[in-house]
C-alpha cells in the first residue's frame, strides 16, 4: 500500500459527459501527479500540483483541467468525454524524486 | 522533452535464472533514473532508483546500473521468482532534477519467470 488514495475505482459514462477523478496523497506530500494509461500511448504524465499550485504539464488536453485542495488532495477533471479517453488514470504523490502510485480509476466511456 | 526506449518488450526466463532490463534516455541533464513494477490491475510500485553521482546500486536481489556516458541503466533482477513477474518500467524525469516533473515511463517490459 502506497499511502496514496484514488476514488472512485472505476466509473463508466457516456460519450459527452464529464466526470472528476480524486486523490489523497500520501500523508506530508505536497506534490500531486495526475497520469494515464492506455494500451496505445503507454503511461503519460498530465499534469503537476504542488502546494496548490500548478507546476509543470504534459499531455493534457484542454478538456481536461485540474486542481489541488488546501487540504492537498486533488482532483482530474474530464470533460466532454471521447471513446478514447477511456484508460487508467493514475496519481502519484511525492515529497522529493520519488514518486507514490495510487491504485488508479478505471474509466470507460461507452 | 525526454525519449526513452525500453529493451526487450518482453522478457522470458526460467526461474532462478537473471533478467536485465535496459533503458535508454535522451536528456542528458537527468540525474535520476527509477525503475517501477506493475502487476496487473495495480498502480505502478518504485522497486529502485539511482542518482547519478552513484554508478551502481542494490537492493538484495534487485539491482541498478547507470552508464552516464552512453545514456543508458539498466535493471538487473538475479535469482528470480514467480511473483516477479509484472510489467517493469524505467521512468526518468522529463527534465532534470526528478522530485518536481513528471516521468516519462518507457513503453514497459513484461517479464515472465517460466516454472
Known amino acids: 500500500d502506497s499511502g496514496v488514495t484514488q476514488t472512485p475505482k472505476h466509473l463508466i459514462t457516456a460519450t459527452g459527459q464529464r466526470v472528476t477523478l480524486r486523490c489523497s496523497p500520501r500523508?506530508?506530500?505536497?506534490?500531486v501527479y495526475w497520469y494515464q494509461q492506455s494500451l496505445d500511448q503507454g503511461l503519460q504524465f498530465l499534469i503537476q500540483?504542488?502546494?496548490?499550485?500548478?507546476?509543470a504539464k504534459g499531455n493534457i488536453l484542454e478538456r481536461f483541467s485540474a486542481q489541488q485542495f488546501p487540504d492537498l488532495h486533488s482532483e482530474l477533471n474530464l470533460s466532454s468525454l471521447e471513446l478514447g479517453d477511456s484508460a487508467l488514470y493514475f496519481c502519484?504523490?511525492?515529497?522529493?524524486?520519488?514518486?507514490?502510485f495510487g491504485p488508479g480509476t478505471r474509466l470507460t466511456v461507452l | 522533452g525526454e525519449n526513452v526506449e525500453q529493451h526487450p518488450s518482453t522478457l522470458s526466463v526460467q526461474e532462478g535464472d537473471s533478467a536485465v532490463i535496459k533503458c535508454t534516455y535522451s536528456?542528458?541533464?537527468?540525474?535520476?533514473f527509477p525503475w517501477y513494477k506493475q502487476e496487473l490491475g495495480k498502480g505502478p510500485q518504485l522497486i529502485i532508483d539511482?542518482?547519478?553521482?552513484?554508478g551502481e546500486k542494490k537492493d538484495q536481489r534487485i539491482a541498478v546500473t547507470l552508464n552516464k556516458t552512453a545514456k543508458h541503466f539498466s535493471l538487473h533482477i538475479t535469482e528470480t521468482q514467480p511473483e516477479d513477474s509484472a510489467v517493469y518500467f524505467c521512468?526518468?524525469?522529463?527534465?532534470?532534477?526528478?522530485?518536481?516533473?513528471?516521468?516519462?515511463f518507457g513503453k514497459g517490459t513484461h517479464l515472465i519467470i517460466q516454472p
Open positions: 539511482i542518482r547519478s553521482n552513484v
Open positions: 536528456d542528458s541533464a537527468s540525474n535520476y
Open positions: 521512468a526518468p524525469p522529463l527534465r532534470s532534477g526528478g522530485g518536481a516533473d513528471g516521468l516519462t
Open positions: 502519484a504523490s511525492s515529497v522529493s524524486d520519488t514518486q507514490y
Open positions: 500523508s506530508g506530500d505536497l506534490s
Open positions: 500540483y504542488y502546494n496548490g499550485e500548478e507546476r
